[in-house]
Structures are given as structure tokens and as C-alpha cells.
């Protein structure tokens, strides 16, 4: 073998291939050009999606300004939109949302990456939490309509009965409300919030955590003096991007907010957000109304995608990989 | 030396919140096992066989199916995940075999990230705006504009889109660099390392999250809701409005009609029933893979 | 094959700018006594590094190398972790340029007198005269029989005649076939450790290459698969150019003709084996054989 002394001067000089060589080489050419055009198509889509939203918006910017943002109205029949009580709805319900959700998050986060579980228990847990991101949404809404409303009606009602001067819950329940939608909310995003707050809690590094221990300190105070200060600003960008995802969503919110567009403080009146709004109007939507609805979702895009921007810079900086859930 | 236990606040507390974190995590799967009762209870138990493939009934009417919806889901996500998955598999690997920790990878990446933060309506509301609105969008012959299968479709692909880039990319990042070099060393180029070797040794990771995302696709009612809309009927076309399971469950879960209700609820069996094995294997594969 | 003219290792094709380091003994010859050895140091010169500096971004990783490599002979590297001999031999074929940031900032790198870096080679063209094995065996998830014949499907042969063919010399080759012919067609991840190495060396070899780098090519084998792919090396150089980066004094002795020290990104000295290993004209060289760092 080998017995050939010396390639062709040519050959040897050039070192360009034959035929099937060539063809190979413009196929990669064409192949690597194939992903750099999937690649930028993706961030054209989500400067499109901007873009487009915005220009169809155009029509009611033009029609209602800023006042849009403050105005309390949303009357189809003579054309008189204002967006405050959705964009109130929204932040509130999604506020709520977080209160409840990032407490259980954390709490789950340490359960399933501290070793209090063997190995394949705990994965059988993760995975059970992670279904809870996979129901569809709207099997929450329907679960809300049929489970939780009818526990949260009677609740809310107590409440109010006894408690009715404190303006949280200054208003009898009728069933849709603030108190329901932001429960069912809370469910759907905690398996984000575990999930990041998790990953963020398994960058304390081992080392320091048996250092803890070897000084006689308890698991608690290694949690509370080591792991989660540590883990704080990953939880902190987990928060964030989970008030995103509630802020955007729709489905349970439109069968368990109540649709109605009013501010009231109580936890049991019925609301509505600008997502259920959407949901609701889009449909039949014609001429000045998709203008406005298009403003309303344009307020939501800034909103949400400005959110977990930011989320995703701390997530980033903190090394805690993002678990698309 | 004294070692044995004495009882000690530090440590009582801390007994005390490992009891509260375990109480929490168990908590947190109640709903989960209650949405999951109440959907087998009520769906299952309602479940004829006949729903698959029979017709929505008119409002009070008894019997009926969702047979078009199931066919218009299936319709749909396919439709998406055409757009989607190959999209979606080529961004990964230019994020992992022809940019590797470049800015342009970078800024890719993050805006995959971002589009997956991308609340599902206003995926519909963008193809509303560019496709729905425009009652007549004739393009190469085709009818794009108004509510259709196609409108719905593509609004669906937009969302399994970062999804599928997202776990691609992860899939690929996993097949251990010394496999590339050994092909790159054997003379092949970059495409042929990709086919030959990086893929083949990433797919079923990839097939996972690609099933990930037609689960998701499947179960998401508010991009299709005014980009398919709804119809009692067959499709005959993809230009015309096309009924599917979520938007059924939507229009069915509030009306005064325990047969439409019910039927909300069989639907969400079947839904439901699609969306956990898909899950489940993808978590086995994944698993599997490790 | 070389335009260069056979040279004695210690005269002109040695560094001279930078004799204050590499210092070729000039009883290189006189101290070696066979015939045989004379021969091998009056090889043609295969491969040529001309006053090399190589950059890890900001960091330089080679100063100034400068030697040649003789055909048909193996060729040695040694030195502690980090010296930079593996980063020289990944220049050889280029697969440096894998790695973000990383370039040849200074010198030439000529094979068969071509430049390896000038922009009119193909750098697909250099590994496949160029093959190479690594640390860690690396076969594909694919069978024995496809691990071998990756290369030539890849330059698209499909003869099955031809591929059958290619797939039994090279395993030969490799000191594999006697073991594996009845399982051609299994997985070629169920080998063990060592026929999974030689399987590496089948496939470099089935593309018929020049050269062969071997990175460290023992260093997760056992002692028993070590004897075996040492012995390997002794069948190829009969007809490949070997350039072997190893860890292990005792390997680079056993199965190079030539044992080149790098130290911290610098070539301390090179030679015939036998005399940098009984008598380095270099204090570093002798300390880091006798163990005395690195």
C-alpha cells in the first residue's frame, strides 16, 4: 500500500479534490447557508411580530393617544376604548399569581435538589411537576369552572360577611373573580419557577454547603445562610420570567376572571385582563376595534417581552440554565 | 465526648421546615391529581367511541362528537410542525455547529428565548393581523387571507418554534465534541460531520423535544381561536374555519347544555389523554438518553 | 515525495534562530553507532516547521518552532502538560482552526513543501492525507464495518467491493481483523477500551493518509492494549509518517526514532531517541526524563 511516491505536482501543489468533492463542498455551502436563513428568520419573526403589531395599532394610536392606557371604557358601539382596568387586571391577577407561586416554587425547588429524596423518586417528582405545565391551560379553565370556583365562591362570601371593611374583600363573591383566576394562575406557572429556582439552587457549590455542615451547622442553616442567598438572584430572574408567562396568559383567565372591566380592589369582584379581552373580542373584532385591540395587545407584547428580556439578562448572568417549560 | 442528640431549637426548626417543604411539594401535585380525576371521572365516564368521529350536536341536542375538532388539532399541528420543526432544527445547529459562541449565536439564542416568553395570543394576533384581516391574501394561487386551517396552523408554528430550537440545540450541545472531531480529522466538512454523525447521534433527543412542542401546540386554545376560529362542520379545504379540541372545550365549557359540557369534558379526556404520552415517553426517551 | 533534499539532522535544517535554545549536539551521529540509525536521521523530510508561533487568543502557546519531521519515521513529542506539543500536532492538520480565536501567528507549516495554512488549501484535502488519532477513542455510535468506511463514503464511494476490501486491510492493518471479522456489522461501541482505539487507527488508515498524528493515543488504555497499539505503531511506520504526542518517557522510547522535548511552548531540543534519552545535550531535557519535573 501506498507505493506511490509522490501525488501529482498538481494535486500535491493545489490540494483541491475531485469531482464528488466539489459537490460535497457546495452542498455544504448551501447547507450552512440553510441554517444561517433559519437562524436570522427567527429573529426577523420576533421583529415582524413587533413590527406588525405595531403597525396595526397605528390607526388607534393615532385615534386615542396615551389617553388609551387611562381610559376605562371598552364600548364597542361607539368606538370608545381605554385600556386601564385590563392593564390593572392583568398586573393584579398576575401579581397574585406570584405571591402564591413563588413561596411553593422555592419551597418545592429545595425539596427536589436538596437530598431528601433518592434519586429516582425525585425524578419521578420533577416530572409530576412538570406535567402541571403541560395540561393545556384551557383544562384549567374548565377545572377552575367546575372545582375551583365552587370553593372559592363560599370562601370569598365568608370573608365578606365578616371581614367586609377591609377593602380586599369589600364585595360578596359571585363566582369569577380575582381569587380564582390568580390560583389557577399560580398553578400553571410554579413548575416554571421550581424548575429555575432549582437550577439556580444546584449552583451553590458543594464544597461550601459540607463546609457548613462540617461546622456543625443544620440543613436549614445551610439553606437559609448559604444556598439560597447564593441562589438569589436566579430565583429573583425565575420570578420574573414566571410574572411574564402569567401576565400573557389567556385561556383560564377568559373562564375564570369574570370579563368584566371594572378596577374594584376586592380579591372576589370579577375582572378582566387584557389577554381574556383579546381572547374574547378578536373574533368579531371589526374596523376601529382591531385598531384598539391591536393597541391593547402591543401594550401586552412591551410588557411581556420587556419582562422576560429581563428576566432572561438575570438567568443569564446567574448561569442557571433556562428550562422552557 | 458527648454525642448523643440533644433537642435543640436550630435544629427542631429545621426538622420543621424540611416537614413544611415536603408538605408544599405534595400540595402542589393535588391539583394536578384533581384535574387528572376529574377529567377521567367525567370524561372518561362520558367517553362514547362514537365522539371521534361523529359531529358537534346543535345547541340542547343530545348525542354528537367532536370528530372534526380531533381532525382539525391534528390538522393544524402537523401544519405548524412543517413550518416549525425543520426551521427550528437547522437554527439549532447554526447555533451549535457553525456559530458556537459567536455574538450572532448569542443574539439568536436570546431571541429564540424571548419568543418563547411570547404570550400564545399574540401569536394569533399576529397572524391575524397579517394573514386573517385580509380577507383575499392571493399568494402563488392560494387563498391565505380569512379564518382557516392554515391561519391557525402557522400561528401554532410560531410557538412550537422556540421550543423546538431550545431542545434541539440542548440535544446537540450533548453529542460530546470528540465525535465531531473524529469525523472533521477523517476529512469530512462541516454539513457532512452534521448529517453523518452530530444528528443521527442527537435525534432522538431532538424527537423528544419536537414531541414536546406538538403536545403544547395541541393543547393551546388562544392562537387558534380567531385565527381557525370554529365550525360544527367538516373541513373541506384549509381555507375555511376549522374546528379544534381546545377551542371546542372553550365554547362547550360554559354553555347551559350538560351534553355540550359533558362533552367539554370527554374532549379534555382525549386532549389530556394525547398531551401525557407524549410526556411520558419523551421523558423516557430523555431519560433513556442520559 | 519531498522536494526538500535529505538532510543529516544537525546541520542546516536545524533552527538556527534560535540556537540559544535548541542546541543540536554536534556529535549527534558520531554518538550513535548502527547503520541503521545514520538512515534514519537522512530521511526526507515530510513535514517542515518553519518559526512557528501559535496564538490561544492573547495567549502564545508555541514561540518560534522550527524543525522538520522525517518520513516513515516516528516522531515523538514529550514534555509536561501544557508545554504545547499537542497544540503543534493539531496544527498539523488543521484542527486548531476548530477553535475560536486560536491561529498560527507566525512561520509556515509546509507538507510535502505545500503550505498547510496558505488560503488555496482545502483544508478537507490536508485531513484526509493528514489522518489523525485521539486521546480518548472516539469510534461512532455506528457499526464496526461503517466506522471504517466513514472516510471513503464520505468522498463518496459506494462499491461495495472496494469498501469490503478497504474495511479488511485497514482492520489488518490495525492488528484488529483476527477479532472482529465475525462482528463487522455489531456496534463498534461493544469493543473494549484498546480494539476500540485500534479501531480509530483502522479508520484514520482507511483513507489511505500520509501521516498519521496519534494524540496521546495510550493514555486511557490499560497496559495489555498499550503493548498492542505500541506494536501497531511499529507495523505502520513501514508505511505512514507518524507523529505521536505521549505523557508516558517509556512509549516515546519504546516506538519513536525521534523524540522532540517541548517546554512552555518552546522546543527544548530534538533528536535520534536513543540520544535524548542516554544523552541530552539539554539540562531541561535530562531533568524532565530523569523526573525530575513534569
Known amino acids: 500500500m501506498q507505493t506511490e511516491t509522490a501525488p501529482p505536482p498538481a494535486a ?41 403589531v405595531g403597525y396595526a395599532a397605528l390607526p388607534a394610536v393615532k385615534q386615542y393617544g396615551l389617553g388609551f392606557i387611562v381610559g376605562r371604557e371598552w364600548d364597542t358601539n361607539n368606538d370608545v376604548y381605554g385600556a386601564l382596568p385590563l392593564i390593572y387586571g392583568t398586573l393584579v391577577s398576575s401579581a397574585l399569581a406570584l405571591l402564591i407561586a413563588t413561596p411553593l416554587g422555592v419551597a418545592i425547588a429545595i425539596f427536589l435538589t436538596e437530598d431528601y429524596l433518592p434519586l429516582k423518586v425525585r425524578s419521578v417528582f420533577k416530572f409530576l411537576v412538570e406535567l402541571l405545565a403541560a395540561i393545556p391551560s384551557v383544562i384549567y379553565g374548565l377545572w377552575g369552572i367546575y372545582i375551583v370556583i365552587p370553593i372559592t365562591t363560599p370562601m370569598g362570601n365568608w370573608l365578606n360577611a365578616h371581614f367586609g371593611w377591609f377593602p380586599l374583600f369589600s364585595t360578596p363573591s359571585n363566582g369569577p373573580g380575582f381569587l380564582p383566576a390568580a390560583f389557577v394562575l399560580a398553578i400553571m406557572i410554579l413548575p416554571t419557577i421550581a424548575a429555575l429556582s ?36 436566579g430565583i429573583f ?31 372576589f369582584a370579577p375582572a378582566n385582563t387584557i389577554a381574556s379581552l383579546l381572547a374574547n373580542h ?44 | 465526648m458527648d454525642l448523643s442528640r440533644k433537642p435543640r431549637v436550630r435544629l427542631i426548626f429545621s426538622r420543621a421546615m424540611d416537614i413544611a417543604v415536603g408538605f408544599v411539594t405534595l400540595a402542589a401535585l393535588v391539583p394536578l391529581a384533581s384535574v387528572l380525576y376529574m377529567v377521567v371521572r367525567k370524561g372518561a365516564g362520558n367517553l362514547r367511541w362514537s365522539m371521534l368521529w361523529e359531529l358537534p350536536p346543535a345547541a340542547g341536542m343530545d348525542g354528537g362528537g367532536f370528530g372534526n375538532a380531533l381532525v382539525g388539532t391534528l390538522l393544524m399541528v402537523a401544519i405548524g410542525a412543517a413550518v416549525s420543526v425543520p426551521t427550528g432544527i437547522l437554527t439549532a445547529i447554526f447555533l451549535t455547529e457553525y456559530s458556537l459562541g459567536s455574538k450572532s449565536a448569542r443574539l439568536i439564542r436570546f431571541c429564540a428565548k424571548i419568543l418563547s416568553g411570547l404570550p400564545s395570543i399574540l401569536a394569533g394576533v399576529f397572524v391575524f393581523g397579517v394573514l386573517v384581516i385580509n380577507r383575499d391574501l392571493h399568494l402563488w394561487g392560494w387563498n391565505f387571507g380569512g379564518f382557516s386551517a392554515i391561519a391557525g396552523g402557522g400561528a401554532l408554528g410560531i410557538l412550537m418554534l422556540p421550543i423546538v430550537i431550545l431542545s434541539a440545540e440542548e440535544a446537540l450541545l450533548r453529542v460530546p465534541r470528540f465525535l465531531r472531531e473524529a469525523s472533521l480529522a477523517l476529512g469530512a466538512n462541516r ?25 403544547r401546540a395541541a393543547g393551546e386554545t388562544a392562537p387558534i381561536l380567531f385565527t381557525a376560529l370554529f365550525t360544527s362542520y367538516w373541513i373541506s379545504s384549509l381555507h375555511e374555519p376549522t374546528a379544534s379540541m381546545a377551542v371546542l372545550i372553550y365554547n362547550f365549557s360554559s354553555v347551559p347544555y350538560d351534553n355540550m359540557v359533558n362533552m367539554a369534558w370527554s374532549a379534555s379526556f382525549v386532549l389530556i389523554f394525547i398531551v401525557l404520552v407524549t410526556n411520558i415517553v419523551s421523558h423516557l426517551v430523555a431519560n433513556r438518553s442520559k | 515525495m519531498s522536494p526538500t533534499s535529505p538532510t543529516s539532522m544537525m546541520d542546516e535544517s536545524i533552527p538556527t534562530a534560535q540556537t540559544d535554545e535548541v542546541v543540536v549536539s554536534p556529535d549527534a551521529s558520531a554518538s550513535s553507532s548502527t547503520v541503521e540509525k545514520s538512515v534514519r536521521l537522512s530521511a526526507p523530510t515530510i513535514i517542515d516547521i518553519n518559526n512557528v508561533d501559535f496564538h490561544y487568543g492573547a495567549n502564545k502557546a508555541l514561540h518560534n518552532i522550527h524543525f522538520p519531521i522525517k518520513e516513515k519515521l516516528v516522531t515523538a513529542f514529550i514534555g509536561p502538560s501544557g508545554c504545547g506539543k499537542s497544540t503543534l500536532l493539531r496544527c498539523l492538520n488543521r484542527m486548531n482552526d476548530l477553535i475560536d480565536g486560536t491561529r498560527v501567528s507566525a512561520g509556515s507549516i509546509k507538507i510535502s513543501g505545500v503550505d498547510i495554512y496558505h488560503p488555496s488549501v482545502d483544508v478537507i484535502e490536508l485531513r484526509k492525507r493528514v489522518g489523525m488519532v485521539f486521546q480518548k477513542s472516539n ?25 469490503d476490501e478497504t474495511v479488511e486491510r485497514s482492520l489488518r ?71 505521536i504526542v505521549t505523557h508516558n518517557m517509556q512509549q516515546a522510547g519504546r516506538c519513536s526514532d525521534i523524540t522532540a522535548f517541548f517546554y512552555m511552548g518552546k522546543l527544548i531540543e530534538i533528536d535520534a531517541t536513543e540520544k535524548i534519552f542516554t544523552n541530552p545535550s539539554q539540562k531541561q531535557t535530562e531533568d524532565y526524563i530523569s523526573g525530575r519535573f513534569g
Open chain 1, 282 to 325: 378578536f373574533g368579531e373584532a371589526t374596523g376601529l376595534e382591531v385598531a384598539a385591540l391591536m393597541y391593547l395587545s402591543f401594550i401586552l407584547m412591551a410588557l411581556t417581552l420587556g419582562i422576560n428580556a429581563v428576566a432572561e439578562l438575570i438567568l443569564e448572568r446567574t448561569g442557571a440554565t433556562t428550562r422552557h417549560l
Open chain 1, 198 to 233: 432549582g437550577s439556580a439552587l444546584k449552583t451553590t457549590p458543594q464544597a461550601l454547603k459540607e463546609g457548613a455542615a462540617a461546622l456543625g451547622a443544620t440543613r436549614w442553616d445551610v439553606i437559609l445562610q448559604i444556598s439560597l442567598p447564593i441562589a438569589a438572584s
Open chain 3, 173 to 243: 492493518g490495525a492488528a484488529l481483523w483476527e477479532e472482529v471479522r465475525d462482528r463487522l456489522h455489531t456496534s463498534a461501541l461493544g469493543l473494549s477500551g484498546g480494539q476500540q482505539q485500534r479501531l480509530c487507527i483502522a479508520r484514520a488508515i482507511a483513507v489511505e493518509p500520509e501521516i498519521i498524528l496519534m494524540d496521546e493515543p495510550c493514555s486511557a488504555l490499560d497496559p495489555i492494549a498499550t503493548v498492542k497499539v505500541e506494536e501497531l505503531i511499529h507495523q505502520l511506520k513501514q508505511d505512514y509518517t507518524i507523529v
Open chain 3, 139 to 163: 469510534p461512532f455510535p455506528k457499526s464496526i464495518y461503517e466506522n471504517v468506511v466513514y472516510g471513503l463514503r464520505l468522498q463518496g464511494v459506494s462499491d461495495k467491493a472496494r469498501l
Open chain 2, 191 to 215: 454539513t457532512q460531520t452534521v448529517l453523518h454523525i452530530t444528528l443521527p447521534a442527537a435525534i432522538s433527543t431532538i424527537i423528544t423535544g419536537v414531541m414536546l412542542a406538538v403536545a
Open chain 1, 237 to 267: 430572574g425565575a420570578a420574573v420570567l414566571g410574572l411574564g408567562r402569567a401576565m400573557g396568559e389567556t385561556m383560564a383567565l377568559a373562564m375564570l376572571v369574570g370579563n368584566n372591566n371594572q378596577i374594584s380592589a376586592s380579591l
Open chain 1, 12 to 52: 500535491s501543489t493545489q490540494w483541491i479534490g475531485d469531482k464528488k468533492a466539489q459537490r460535497s463542498k457546495v452542498f455544504d455551502a448551501f447547507f450552512s447557508w440553510a441554517t444561517f436563513a433559519a437562524s436570522w428568520g427567527t429573529v426577523a419573526l420576533l421583529v415582524w411580530i413587533a413590527l406588525q
